[in-house]
C-alpha cells in the first residue's frame, strides 16, 4: 500500500532509524565511515539514538498518536503497546554505557537494541499506518504530517543511509 501523504515525513525518519537500528546490530554490513569498533559503535549509538530515535518517539507521542487516538479500536490498542515499548526502549538507551561490560556483552546489548528498535518501526509501518490508512479519512491522515512538519524533523541522521 502505497504510504498516504500525511505519514510520509514519519516514514522518512522511520528510514533513518531503521538504518541507525542496522549499524548497531551484531555483523552489520561494513561501509566506508561506519563504526568500526564496540567503543566507537556506542559513541555512534548514544549520539544517533539522542538526536534521532527519542525526539522521533516523543513526536510521535505529542503529535502522532493523539491525532490518531479514539477513533478505532484496534488502532488504541497498538497505540498502548507501542508506548510501552517507547518506555522499554528509553530505558535501554539511558541504560547504554560500557562501565564494567566486556566488548563481547557491549555488542551484545549493541544488536538487542538495533533489533528492538527495528521491530518496533516495521510494526508502525507494517500494522499501525496500514491499519491507519484503512480506517481514517485523508483529512484525518493529513493533519498529523502538517504538525510534524512545523515541529521540525529533529538533527539530520549522523550516518544518513541511502534511503
Ligand atoms: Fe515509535
Ligand atoms: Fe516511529
Known sequence: MKRHPGLVPISHEHRQI?????????????????????????????????????????????ILF????????????LIVALIAEHRALAETIANLNDDGVDAVTL???????????????????????QRLQAVLTDEALQA????????????ACLLEGGS
Open 144 to 155: 498529523p504530517g502538517d504538525q510534524w512538519r512545523a515541529a521540525g524533523t529533529g538533527a
Open 107 to 129: 555488542e551484545g546489548r549493541l544488536d538487542s537494541l538495533g533489533a528492538l528498535l527495528e521491530t518496533h518501526v516495521r510494526c508502525e509501518e507494517r500494522i499501525l499506518f
Open 18 to 62: 531503521l538504518f541507525i537500528a542496522q549499524v548497531l546490530r551484531r555483523g552489520a554490513v561494513r561501509y566506508r565511515g561506519a563504526p568500526a569498533t564496540t567503543s566507537e559503535k556506542l559513541k555512534y549509538a548514544r549520539q544517533s539514538l539522542t538526536d534521532v530515535v527519542l525526539p522521533h518517539m516523543q513526536r510521535e507521542e505529542e
Open 66 to 77: 493523539p491525532a490518531v487516538g479514539g477513533i478505532d479500536d484496534e488502532v488504541d490498542a
